[in-house]
């Protein structure tokens, strides 16, 4: 395997009635910023439990986090963070209004300008207001993780920055509050779990078999445990273990010594930025376009994965690529997720506008071995028209 | 599975010339002791590597932990440490060393009396000396815990304690450290790691699909990595996988969730206790004799193990029982670990001396469910005579 460094010190709380715990974790006297999203957790009764684990915390709300959240939004919460002279920023809901309050929280320590510049410039954070986090909704990983992206309306761009200030302190995940969410909400978290694992896994051989196998133990977990969450989000037990496999996707573990990807990230990035299409679906059209174009590259790794994740053992090595990937693309599919740019509407000219964005900002090799250029990244997206 | 909480704030660098990142890790200025144990560390070049990275530092060096290491010596390091103010101790070597230093860290700054009591009577440690580690030894995950076990001399006991403050706050895993191994130890870490997995695997089924398929990769993993570790232990790649495999059979990840069992391990520090035998062989022993017992009650959990790590699928649940219970002695032996009392010359003398220090400390029921009674326990080490 490779050399790495590997730290995660976020604390978690997992399961039932564990929202009490916040209070022990908060240092008293803070003032806490209360950031949540559209009101879901007004319906699920997590807000009412959070406000009496803080009653003796002064606490400020601040609601309207939207999905893929906005810099805009986040940046009008930063005023109020310093107008308040805010000490703690909790997050109450999924990974959208956890990444939007790591961007709060380095936002509100910026001492150089624009924070905008942390998502456009890369520029490094330098300090940052502890958070903590309540997790409601099984998808990102946010919750245990230094990862935040945020999209800027005024320009339709969506980046994102990592900085260790940026861990929450604590994290209290709630498969019970995530019984009330919409299936179509659920598939989403079964897919982008599945693409992060992708992303650290699909790649090329580096004899590692304590990391290939956790994220077969992860992809395969949500292949059996994705459909049922998805036909009824209220069977506790399968979204317990949909929202730990979605945790341990993208905490840092399953990266650690081996090759990365995510340049199906990258791209479906612009789908959002572009159409406002949900994360977990431009992942799911990106997927299937790229393993057609970087099929022999990744031949090694489809081949394993078929045969672990899919139990695909008969045929030539092309027959079993293409099994598995029949097979990723039907698993989306029957969770209700399409996986081709008609089916959201998208046409050649996106393609053509992505493809001169990534040449603009000089992106000509990105993910897995620089493989992803924008001519792969363009084929990639026509399979998929 | 079951609720749960979870926290490893453990910093990790792995691999190849890391060990000049411990001088970033330690607080300028302070003054630092150097444990380690017999002297293996100046053949294998990591005590030049490390003095050379601590160049800037006031640095005491306290050799000669052993084996088991013992209160008595941890209490000589206590008192230097107490003479000369030392601020930061960095553990250089196996668990061994790392659980002493974890002890000596507790130790140091423990008010109540003789430290002794930590460990016989678990008083709660309340505060510890910061410690980091260079690991050279791939075995007890103690590089990533907060665990520690000390044997005392003058009573032939042993005793472990677990403590927030007993985390190291980085270690360093040096697979290429470890490739100057004897095999015997090589063996004994291969058979340490893979009972931990089994103490916290082997127990029955809480609907953990992730917590359980971590467990498999790393049995599986061990399985395949140990014998060639094991018939040569300088081949990087292997010993990487077995250290990593290591780290991760302990370090709280797979025991989050689900029941654990343990009660393998509280025979086994007896057998040390008492006769200095290796703490792998103790569980090598233990294991088997336990299993035969408890046959009915794991039985669910024993077919699973067979068939995911071993394959085992055809048979009556009975036979498949059986086969996963030879395979596992088969694979202890097959490192050169016996798996009988016979083997290091104990006799049911000692079982009886066990099975009555359980009772006087009404240890009456141990592990998984509280099923491991003094009864089963003398039943179990019976089977091993």
Redesign the interface.
């Given at each position: 395997?490779?050399?790495?460094?590997?730290?995660?010190?976020?604390?978690?709380?997992?399961?039932?009635?564990?929202v009490p715990q916040i209070a022990s974790q908060i240092p008293a006297g803070n003032k806490v910023m209360l950031i949540y999203g559209g009101g879901s957790i007004y319906k699920n009764g997590v807000y009412d439990k959070v406000k009496e684990a803080l009653k003796e915390f002064n606490v400020t709300d601040f609601g309207g986090i939207e999905p893929n959240p906005k810099y805009e939004t986040a940046m009008k919460a930063v005023e109020i963070v310093k107008e308040k002279k805010i000490d703690f920023l909790l997050a109450v809901g999924g990974g959208s209004v956890i990444d939007a309050t790591k961007f709060i929280a380095a936002a509100a320590c910026f001492e150089n300008g624009d924070p905008w510049k942390i998502l456009k410039d890369s520029e490094v954070v330098k300090s940052a207001l502890p958070l903590g986090a309540v997790l409601t909704l099984p998808a990102t990983g946010s919750e245990m993780n230094k990862n935040s992206v945020i999209s800027r309306k005024s320009t339709s761009e969506k980046f994102s920055f990592a900085s260790p200030y940026s861990f929450p302190r604590f994290s209290v995940l709630l498969p019970d509050a995530a019984g009330s969410l919409p299936p179509n909400q659920v598939a989403n978290g079964v897919v982008d779990a599945f693409v992060h694992v992708i992303e650290q896994y699909l790649t090329y051989p580096v004899?590692?078999?304590?990391q290939d196998?956790?994220a077969?133990?992860?992809l395969?977990?949500l292949i059996?445990?994705g459909p049922k969450v998805y036909s009824n989000p209220s069977d506790y037990?399968s979204m317990?273990?949909l929202m730990?496999?979605a945790t341990?996707a993208l905490n840092g573990?399953i990266q650690?010594?081996v090759p990365g990807d995510w340049s199906i990230h990258s791209i479906g990035h612009e789908l959002t930025a572009l159409h406002g299409i949900d994360h977990a679906r431009t992942l799911a059209v990106t997927l299937p376009g790229l393993w057609k174009v970087l099929r022999e590259e990744k031949k090694l790794k489809l081949l394993q994965y078929g045969q672990r994740v899919w139990n695909i053992t008969t045929g030539t090595e092309d027959e079993r690529v293409d099994a598995a990937i029949n097979k990723t693309t039907e698993f989306f599919e029957s969770l209700g997720i399409k996986t081709h740019l008609s089916d959201y509407g998208v046409k050649q000219d996106t393609i053509d506008k992505i493809v001169s964005r990534f040449k603009e900002r000089n992106w000509l090799e990105l993910g897995d071995r620089g493989l992803t250029t924008p001519e792969v990244t363009k084929k990639a997206l026509e399979y998929q028209l």
């Open positions: 395997m490779k050399d790495f460094e590997f730290y995660n010190p976020v604390k978690i709380f997992f399961g039932k009635d564990q004899d590692a078999p304590i196998r956790f077969e133990a992860i395969i977990t059996e445990e037990n317990a273990n730990w496999s341990m573990l650690a010594g």
